[in-house]
């Protein structure tokens, strides 16, 4: 996912990659383990950004608030906020807020199992934890030596694929895929990648991710077959990508679904639609967003697609950098892209940068 994971100690990501203001540069985001200060990546932003001042972990010791009646809404969105430490859970569609979880050390990305379960890729803490919908913790995995920043199910086999950004130490990051979403993990690299931001998981099982490299100037889309042990870089056709976002298949379209974090080289949000036919993708069409005021979507680092009854995607809009609006949670019809159909503009967000929605 980018600029907003910004790892104070070792590296950050440039999972949130963003912009800077209107007609400038990015600028950068900060996500920043404990302990660690920032060395400068971003992981919304490109290399070209100044470095952030150091940013002190600040866990938020307030105890988490759930709502009583959380649990009779269908479904649920879960933003994880960088900025501020915690995680923000809203009703769908009318974007009411229901829950605030806290004691996160700098949460990025997140993902939903095929029974509603959610797990936050707790960055700080070298940790995914797995959540109930009504907010209950109810499993943690450590990922010791790495900043863990996105996940994927695949809901087959209920196998936990994890991208970590940058390891620790401020190296290369990886893939890891825990089966059944336990024990020990098998690791996968790419010789091109250096941060590793999102994963999704196709309908054949086979897993996709996308990141940068070294420079942090070139985003990098690859794939690691289902069964298979190594893997192979997707050159993109029809389009360019330009900073990696999410990615997820999108069954009624029988396509992937990948975002771009600057779409056309701008402070500006699209998704791709994208076919797959061995090493090559394919992008046939664009999903544009706009705010609830109909300009640009500055940042969606990650969203989530949904297409059971009505079609949307739904994530957060952060604004920090471009000051369109202020920073939202959304949810935008899909494929048709546009203003939102519901939005949130009231919530006090830091740096959100995940999503995940959890279904009854």
Not at 20 to 37: E, I, N, R
Request: proline residues 7%; glycine residues 12%; charged residues 10%.
């Amino acid at each position: 996912m980018a600029r907003h994971f910004l790892v104070p100690f070792a590296a950050a990501a440039i999972l949130a990659a963003c912009s800077s203001g209107s007609g400038g540069s990015p600028s950068s985001s900060s996500l920043t383990p404990v302990g660690l200060a920032p060395n400068g990546h971003g992981i919304k932003q490109p290399p070209t950004v100044a470095a952030r001042p150091d940013v002190a972990p600040r866990p938020d010791h307030h105890k988490s608030w759930v709502a009583p009646d959380i649990g009779k809404a269908p479904r649920l969105l879960f933003i994880p906020d960088y900025g501020t430490g915690d995680v923000y859970v809203f009703t769908m569609p009318a974007m009411v807020l229901k829950a605030t979880l806290t004691g996160f050390s700098f949460p990025e990305g997140a993902c939903s199992d095929a029974s509603g379960r959610i797990w936050i890729a707790d960055t700080g803490a070298s940790q995914m934890l797995q959540y109930s919908r009504t907010g209950t913790l109810l499993n943690t995995i450590s990922i010791p030596g790495e900043y863990p920043a996105g996940c994927a199910i695949n809901y087959a086999t209920n196998d936990l694929a994890v991208s970590n950004i940058e390891s620790t130490t401020g190296g290369a990051g990886s893939i890891m895929i825990f089966k059944n979403a336990s024990g020990s993990p098998t690791t996968y690299t790419n010789p091109s990648f250096f941060l590793y931001f999102f994963v999704g998981y196709d309908n054949n099982g086979n897993l996709f991710f996308d990141g940068m490299d070294s420079g942090r100037t070139t985003s990098y889309f690859a794939e690691l077959p289902s069964g298979g042990s190594n893997t192979q870089l997707i050159s993109l056709s029809g389009g360019t990508l330009h900073v990696a976002g999410f990615i997820q298949w999108y069954k009624i379209g029988n396509y992937l679904a990948l975002g771009d974090q600057q779409c056309g080289g701008s402070p500006s949000a699209c998704v791709y639609w994208v076919t797959v036919a061995g090493s090559t993708g394919t992008i046939t069409a664009t999903t544009n967003l706009s705010n609830y005021q109909g300009g640009q979507v500055c940042d969606l680092a990650e969203g989530v697609i949904a297409g059971n009854g009505e079609r949307y995607v739904a994530g957060p809009d952060y604004e920090a950098t471009c000051s369109f609006t202020p920073t939202t949670a959304n949810r935008w019809p899909y494929e048709g892209g546009g203003t939102p159909t519901n939005y949130n503009n009231t919530t006090s967000f830091g740096e959100p940068l995940g999503a995940a929605v959890s279904a009854k």
